[in-house]
């Protein structure tokens, strides 16, 4: 069971589990294990047990994984095959670097469904993949006393990036760094020739029309060559489908299926799959690799659809609630979306209002939590401040009309309430009515200690009151929005209550043949839409890889040191200004 013994306190179990795992094996069995890359350099008993495998012909294949793979595992890991069918004439391991091609996440990183099928592909085949994959032959391993370290036989460290300091330094785009995105430049012609013109024998400039970085997207994504190329493509891809159309039809138990097509999903998967790689390589838009990897991601993405069909038929229940609302009630589902947008942008005000330095520059009528409060304050001083002066216009209003009546300066039309009353109600205060018993005064020619204070009030309540009005309309402004987005989740939750409701009777009203015809019609959109996403990838990669070149050569060393002095002329004559220097 342990031909290679390793002491319990050398923390050396990983190859002790290949070893028990290797002796349960069955005379043709095969395992494989994920390990550290440790086990694949370190020396003692580790080198032995390497050896071991190596020499009795188990260990098939190691293959390099990316790091951060396996969720609070940072480090790159490695896959361990043994095979001992066939291992006594085993003359060689194959190694695989598969460190270098995956999708980048948050927490994790993750293979892509190309970078799957390239791992499967070079394991299958056991052949060479220049910088991937690599059958060694054991002397090479022998002579390199049993290490394994994956990039010792398989480097696929990138080239280094190319300078040309003559570019740099007078302008120009070598010839040579354009040459090397042929890629490109098969799969979109003309695209090179109206991106560059010609500068002299080995250089090229950058065509009038991309005057700046930014015009590099859009010009390729609007080139004539991009958009007929991948028109070309998809309607390959469609007429694929509609070839095959009738393999996925047989999927379904009521289909007459006299052609004997398979049933099985994972026969159809395989089938398909072989029929779309032998349509779409010839292309050379896609690798084979993301043509097969594409169809598999397709195909998983919809797997508990296809056991669906396979098991009950074109049932309704297989199309999306969305697309039942949407052909069946899209005014809902606008009413909602719109709700849903509103109340997203209206969270993000009340979100930013919160954050330091807010300033409401939109003038959108939300406030910070603590303004509200502080104006809430504020709102009830000045309230309280002119319903006091309110009173106290009233109260010397009347000293003043007492004044005049007692010193018989009054006439039998000036009535108390116009002087005294009127417009001195809390419901409706018109302050400057005060001034009506000041006028009277002056006119009768008496002159009262009360005038000054009277004066006063009528300013202070004005001010006080003026205040408390702009004070309310700001929090009422900040109330109507704090209310919509209550109405706005009360509409959202209406619309999601009786959404099921909605759904179910609609499904209901569905016959066997239109949700036929409606899936169907879904399969194929969401076919056209995965390859469309990897035709876009290819896009990017153009665009990125034209502003690499753009970035390396478009301003040249002159430039920027003329640049450069131009600004530091501009900064001697301001210090000059200024009078410091």
């Given at each position: 069971?342990?031909?290679?013994?390793?002491?319990?306190?050398?923390?050396?179990?990983?190859?002790?589990?290949?070893?028990?795992?290797?002796?349960?094996?069955?005379?043709?069995?095969?395992?494989?294990?994920?390990?550290?890359?440790?086990?694949?350099?370190?020396?003692?008993?580790?080198r032995?047990?390497?050896?071991?495998?190596?020499?009795?012909?188990?260990?098939?294949?190691?293959?390099?994984?990316?790091?951060?793979?396996?969720?609070?595992?940072?480090?790159?890991?490695?896959?361990?095959?043994?095979?001992?069918?066939?291992?006594?004439?085993?003359?060689?391991?194959?190694?695989?670097?598969?460190?270098?091609?995956?999708?980048?996440?948050?927490?994790?990183?993750?293979?892509?469904?190309?970078?799957?099928?390239?791992?499967?592909?070079?394991?299958?085949?056991?052949?060479?993949?220049?910088?991937?994959a690599?059958?060694?032959?054991?002397?090479?391993?022998?002579a390199?006393?049993?290490?394994?370290?994956?990039?010792?036989?398989?480097?696929?460290?990138?080239?280094?990036?190319?300078?040309?300091?003559?570019?740099?330094?007078?302008?120009?785009?070598?010839?040579?760094?354009?040459?090397?995105?042929?890629?490109?430049?098969?799969?979109?012609?003309?695209?090179?020739?109206?991106a560059?013109?010609?500068?002299?024998?080995?250089?090229?400039?950058?065509?009038?029309?991309?005057?700046?970085?930014?015009?590099?997207?859009?010009?390729?994504?609007?080139?004539?060559?991009?958009?007929?190329?991948?028109?070309?493509?998809?309607?390959?891809?469609?007429?694929?489908?509609?070839?095959?159309?009738?393999?996925?039809?047989?999927?379904?138990?009521?289909?007459?299926?006299?052609?004997?097509?398979?049933?099985?999903?994972?026969?159809?998967?395989s089938?398909?799959?072989?029929?779309?790689?032998?349509?779409?390589?010839d292309?050379?838009?896609?690798?084979p690799?993301?043509?097969?990897?594409?169809f598999?991601?397709?195909?998983?993405?919809?797997k508990?659809?296809?056991?669906?069909?396979?098991?009950?038929?074109?049932?309704?229940?297989l199309?999306?609630?969305?697309?039942?609302?949407?052909?069946?009630?899209?005014?809902?589902?606008?009413?909602l979306?719109?709700?849903?947008?509103?109340l997203?942008?209206?969270?993000?005000?009340?979100?930013?209002?919160?954050?330091?330095?807010?300033?409401?520059?939109?003038?959108?009528?939300?406030?910070?939590?603590d303004?509200?409060?502080n104006?809430k304050?504020?709102l009830?001083?000045?309230?309280?401040?002119?319903?006091?002066?309110?009173?106290?216009?009233?109260?010397?209003?009347?000293?003043?009309?007492?004044?005049l009546?007692?010193a018989?300066?009054?006439?039998?039309?000036?009535k108390?309430?116009?002087?005294?009353?009127?417009?001195?109600?809390?419901?409706?205060?018109?302050?400057?009515?005060?001034?009506?018993?000041?006028?009277?005064?002056?006119?009768?020619?008496?002159?009262?200690?009360?005038?000054?204070?009277?004066?006063?009030?009528?300013?202070?309540?004005?001010?006080?009151?003026?205040?408390?009005?702009?004070?309310?309309?700001?929090?009422?402004?900040?109330?109507?929005?704090?209310?919509?987005?209550?109405?706005?989740?009360?509409?959202?939750?209406?619309?999601?209550?009786?959404?099921?409701?909605?759904v179910?009777?609609?499904?209901?009203?569905?016959?066997?043949?239109?949700?036929?015809?409606v899936?169907?019609?879904?399969?194929?959109?969401?076919?056209?839409?995965?390859?469309?996403?990897?035709l876009?990838?290819?896009?990017?990669?153009?665009?990125?890889?034209?502003?690499?070149?753009?970035?390396?050569?478009?301003?040249?060393a002159?430039?920027?040191?003329?640049?450069?002095?131009?600004?530091?002329?501009q900064?001697?004559?301001?210090?000059?200004?200024?009078g410091?220097?």
């Amino acid at each position: 069971r342990f031909p290679v013994m390793m002491p319990e306190k050398g923390k050396k179990a990983d190859l002790m589990f290949v070893q028990h795992m290797l002796a349960v094996l069955k005379h043709d069995g095969r395992l494989a294990s994920v390990m550290p890359h440790g086990v694949l350099f370190r020396g003692g008993e580790e080198r032995e047990a390497r050896k071991h495998f190596i020499e009795h012909g188990y260990l098939e294949a190691i293959i390099g994984l990316p790091g951060n793979l396996f969720y609070g595992t940072g480090i790159p890991a490695c896959i361990l095959v043994m095979n001992k069918a066939g291992a006594a004439k085993r003359d060689h391991v194959l190694f695989i670097n598969a460190d270098r091609e995956y999708r980048e996440g948050k927490a994790q990183n993750h293979l892509r469904p190309e970078d799957i099928d390239k791992i499967i592909y070079a394991y299958r085949n056991g052949g060479e993949l220049p910088g991937y994959a690599r059958p060694v032959p054991k002397a090479d391993i022998v002579a390199e006393d049993y290490n394994c370290n994956i990039r010792r036989y398989v480097d696929n460290a990138p080239p280094p990036e190319l300078n040309d300091v003559r570019a740099h330094l007078h302008g120009g785009v070598p010839k040579v760094e354009v040459a090397s995105l042929a890629h490109y430049w098969h799969n979109y012609p003309q695209l090179q020739d109206d991106a560059f013109v010609a500068r002299d024998a080995s250089y090229l400039d950058f065509a009038p029309e991309l005057s700046s970085k930014r015009d590099i997207a859009d010009f390729v994504s609007s080139h004539q060559s991009v958009t007929t190329r991948h028109a070309q493509f998809m309607q390959i891809l469609e007429a694929w489908w509609q070839a095959n159309l009738p393999i996925v039809e047989a999927l379904a138990p009521d289909a007459k299926n006299q052609e004997t097509k398979p049933r099985n999903v994972y026969v159809m998967r395989s089938s398909l799959l072989a029929s779309i790689e032998q349509s779409l390589t010839d292309q050379n838009l896609l690798t084979p690799f993301q043509v097969r990897g594409a169809f598999a991601n397709y195909v998983d993405m919809l797997k508990a659809d296809f056991k669906s069909i396979a098991a009950s038929g074109w049932g309704p229940e297989l199309i999306p609630d969305e697309e039942i609302l949407q052909s069946q009630f899209p005014e809902i589902l606008q009413e909602l979306e719109q709700a849903q947008t509103r109340l997203a942008e209206l969270q993000a005000l009340f979100a930013a209002a919160d954050e330091e330095d807010f300033e409401d520059s939109d003038d959108s009528g939300v406030l910070p939590g603590d303004e509200v409060r502080n104006k809430k304050e504020e709102l009830k001083a000045c309230t309280a401040d002119w319903k006091a002066q309110l009173k106290l216009i009233k109260d010397l209003a009347g000293n003043i009309y007492t004044e005049l009546k007692a010193a018989d300066l009054l006439s039998k039309d000036a009535k108390k309430g116009y002087y005294c009353t009127e417009g001195f109600a809390q419901q409706d205060p018109q302050f400057a009515n005060g001034q009506r018993i000041l006028q009277l005064a002056s006119q009768v020619g008496r002159s009262t200690e009360y005038a000054d204070p009277l004066s006063d009030a009528i300013d202070q309540a004005q001010m006080a009151y003026e205040r408390a009005q702009s004070i309310t309309a700001s929090l009422q402004r900040h109330k109507a929005l704090e209310d919509e987005v209550k109405t706005l989740r009360a509409t959202i939750k209406g619309i999601a209550g009786k959404r099921d409701e909605l759904v179910q009777s609609a499904r209901a009203k569905i016959s066997n043949d239109e949700a036929r015809t409606v899936i169907i019609e879904r399969l194929r959109q969401l076919l056209l839409n995965t390859y469309r996403a990897y035709l876009r990838a290819d896009q990017r990669a153009c665009i990125k890889a034209i502003e690499n070149l753009w970035g390396k050569y478009a301003i040249t060393a002159k430039t920027i040191e003329a640049e450069r002095d131009a600004a530091s002329q501009q900064l001697q004559a301001f210090l000059v200004e200024l009078g410091y220097e």
